[in-house]
């Protein structure tokens, strides 16, 4: 198996651009997680999916972040318009409900923005 | 929310030193689980604890359960250059609910 896929893996834009990064998770598990990455606040969970549906979107930082599940094998995370404090890694994982411990995690996407 | 303070929060360590970090909750936690992180890769699980007072091992790993469910520590025994990584402590309420993790504890290994 491929793993969780995360593409870009670095993506450097300007403040006020849009940001779309994306994740494929393993073929068979139905949860999926958006996680945020720095070094003052570690790993944080911004929204989760079961089957597709988003479950809690509370870690969301504002309303300039939006994600989207259309089907079981896609995922985006979206942030309009971009602003520079949102520079972090961004990290998928995947996992099937029940087994909620062995979440695997794809390989991030780094982004700077400018 | 929940919180995890995991500490020391960096170390420096000779090539075949020991290691130990913690990790401490102000809840509890039904599961405690314990990730490596490489450089430029998404965490790795490497030890799952689901009972408390648990003691497991995984190779030179091993990683304990505390008594009161609010605490687990990782050991490390004759650590190697490639146990370099930030090693992150997790706590899971129920199979159903995410991960909280604490900031990790990064490690140096010096040859």
């Known amino acids: 198996d491929a793993g969780v896929i995360q593409s870009p893996r670095h993506e450097v834009t300007e403040m006020g651009q849009e940001v779309t990064l994306r994740c494929k998770p393993i073929?068979?598990?139905?949860?999926l997680f958006w996680y945020r990455q720095t070094m003052m606040r570690g790993l944080e969970l911004l929204i989760y999916?079961?089957?597709?549906?988003?479950?809690?979107d509370s870690g969301m930082p504002e309303d300039r972040f939006s994600a989207k599940m259309p089907n079981a094998s896609f995922s985006t995370l979206k942030i309009q318009p971009s602003e520079p404090r949102d520079s972090a890694v961004y990290f998928c994982?995947?996992?099937?409900?029940?087994?909620?411990?062995?979440?695997?995690f794809g390989p991030g996407t780094r982004l700077l923005v400018l | 929310g929940q919180q995890l303070n995991q500490s020391p929060q960096s170390m420096f360590i000779q090539e075949g030193e020991d290691v130990s970090m913690n990790c401490t909750s102000s809840?509890?936690?039904?599961?405690w689980l314990w990730y490596k992180q490489d450089p430029g890769e998404g965490p790795v699980l490497l030890i799952a604890?689901?009972?408390?007072?648990e003691l497991t091992s995984n190779g030179r790993l091993t990683a304990q359960f505390g008594i009161t469910r609010k605490d687990s520590f990782l050991n490390i025994s004759a650590s190697i250059p490639s146990d370099v990584g930030i090693y992150f402590c997790?706590?899971?309420?129920?199979?159903?609910?995410?991960?909280?993790f604490g900031k990790g504890t990064r490690l140096s290994v010096i040859a």
């Open positions: 809840s509890i936690f039904n599961t």
């Open positions: 994982a995947s996992n099937i409900p029940g087994q909620g411990e062995t979440q695997y």
């Open positions: 999916f079961n089957n597709n549906v988003p479950i809690d």
């Open positions: 073929s068979g598990h139905n949860s």
């Open positions: 604890l689901y009972k408390a007072g």
């Open positions: 997790a706590g899971q309420l129920s199979g159903n609910t995410p991960l909280v």
